[in-house]
T-cell receptor, first 112, second 115 residues
Framework: GENVEQHPSTLSVQEGDSAVIKCTYS??????FPWYKQELGKGPQLIID?????GEKKDQRIAVTLNKTAKHFSLHITETQPEDSAVYFC???????????FGEGTQLTVNP | EPEVTQTPSHQVTQMGQEVILRCVPI?????FYWYRQILGQKVEFLVS????????KSEIFDDQFSVERPDGSNFTLKIRSTKLEDSAMYFC?????????????FGNGTRLTVT
């Protein structure tokens, strides 16, 4: 089955800096890669996703890149703000399946 | 914005007891899911449900687990005889279409504590 690895497990940045979180996956059949933000006491909230026919996608301060050959994808947050502090999860899903396989999560702390 | 709602937010039960976790998915969604997150670990898939039947289930989803859509709005997860290792956060999710074609929306979870 699919295995998703995520790095780093913790990331601390200064407000205004950029943050990058990286994930690798094992199943070449995976074609959908969402990123979720989880705040304390809440469920995962989708912030951006990418499908395998696209190499990069951007939404304001958030961008995701995908390298299918290397089987890795990354989340980039620019101009970080304290409210970006949360746990971020990457995930992967194959086209024919219905299960998301999550990475271990990254605790992002943005220091004012 | 429509939300997935879960009740209760926290459930404490004794080992061996049955529990039912409840979820109200977003109203026009057709696909429903349960995931769990043991404290400090990754979110794990349990089961997906469509058209009143299970689409896919993980190795975790053994005979102690069952899901049901008893009416047009609720989606439940039942654990027949809880074990200590069932203690976790359980998340319900729903999507308009199959997961690849539309994003999953998660509820805020039910924290299950088995003593």
């Amino acid at each position: 089955g699919e295995n998703v690895e995520q790095h780093p497990s913790t990331l601390s940045v200064q407000e205004g800096d950029s943050a990058v979180i990286k994930c690798t996956y094992s199943d070449s059949a995976s074609n959908y890669f969402p990123w979720y933000k989880q705040e304390l006491g809440k469920g995962p909230q989708l912030i951006i996703d990418i499908r395998s026919n696209v190499g990069e996608k951007k939404d304001q301060r958030i961008a995701v890149t995908l390298n299918k050959t290397a089987k890795h994808f990354s989340l980039h947050i620019t101009e970080t703000q304290p409210e970006d502090s949360a746990v971020y999860f990457c995930a992967a899903m194959e086209t024919s399946g219905s299960r998301l396989t999550f990475g271990e999560g990254t605790q992002l702390t943005v220091n004012p | 914005e429509p939300e997935v709602t879960q009740t209760p937010s926290h459930q404490v039960t004794q080992m061996g007891q049955e529990v039912i976790l409840r979820c109200v998915p977003i109203s026009n969604h057709l696909y429903f899911y349960w995931y769990r997150q043991i404290l400090g670990q990754k979110v794990e898939f349990l089961v997906s449900f469509y058209n009143n039947e299970i689409s896919e289930k993980s190795e975790i989803f053994d005979d102690q687990f069952s899901v049901e859509r008893p009416d047009g709005s609720n989606f439940t997860l039942k654990i027949r005889s809880t074990k200590l290792e069932d203690s976790a956060m359980y998340f319900c999710a729903s999507s308009e279409q199959g997961g690849y074609n539309s994003p999953l929306h998660f509820g805020n979870g039910t924290r299950l504590t088995v003593t």
